[in-house]
């Protein structure tokens, strides 16, 4: 009868390893020592050296009637492969997952930092100088007239502006600024007064009026 004893050489003989001393001192695999000492069944699956040094994962039994013990192996990394590919897919898909998270993070913070300069925005129309610009009265060719508040006074009053797009326009600008110089040399009872003139720091002239009751005409400002 052939007679086998597998021992463990120590090193990984298919990877080019070398033995370094006698193997008949080298000890018994893991699984041929514990079929041996505890005559019974079990079973490894974190790895063990087998007779050529590969790791493996095994189990095996012991026939008590036959007085001998049988062993399956295999090698550690054909049993883990699909373990280690559902763990790279996984991998893959936490950083995906972690990608579309910061990208809906960022995307949040962008609407919020857009939201806050449209108000801004807003805030810059809605006021005027050092006035409240509340509904619109009437526009004609280079000209919109607003109710406004004047922050200070609390007083309401009408507001005329250069039609946006105009600031540019030096005729237009001369021709606002005679405007509101000759209105405001009128003293007759049936003329409207003129309370400020201005100039906002984006550069649109306006000039502030006296705000009649009544029925807003329509036509040109």
Not at 108 to 132: F, I, M
Not at 206 to 219: K, S
Request: avoid cysteine.
């Amino acid at each position: 009868m052939l007679s086998l004893v597998l021992r463990d050489p120590g090193v990984d003989l298919t990877r080019g390893g070398e033995l370094s001393g006698d193997i008949s001192k080298a000890p018994l695999t893991r699984a041929v020592r514990s079929a041996l000492q505890r005559r019974r069944s079990g079973h490894d699956v974190d790895g063990y050296s087998d007779y050529r040094g590969a790791r493996v994962i095994g189990a095996w039994t012991w026939l008590p009637k036959l007085n001998m013990g049988v062993v399956t192996e295999k090698e550690a990394v054909e049993a883990f492969a699909l373990r280690d590919q559902l763990r790279w897919a996984f991998g893959v898909l936490f950083v995906l997952l972690a990608l579309v998270v910061a990208g809906l993070v960022g995307v949040g913070h962008l609407a919020s930092l857009l939201h806050k300069r449209t108000r801004k925005a807003e805030e810059r129309v809605e006021r005027l100088g050092q006035y409240t610009l509340r509904e619109k009265l009437g526009e004609g060719g280079m000209g919109e007239v607003y109710v406004g508040d004047h922050l200070m006074l609390r007083r309401q009053t009408a507001v005329k502006l250069l039609r946006a797009g105009t600031e540019s326009n030096p005729h237009a600008m001369a021709r606002f600024e005679r405007e509101v110089r000759i209105t405001s040399q009128l003293t007759h009872p049936n003329t409207i007064a003129i309370y400020d003139y201005g100039k906002t720091p984006e550069g649109v002239l306006y000039y502030a009026m006296e705000l009649l009751d009544g029925e807003p005409r329509r036509g040109s400002t």
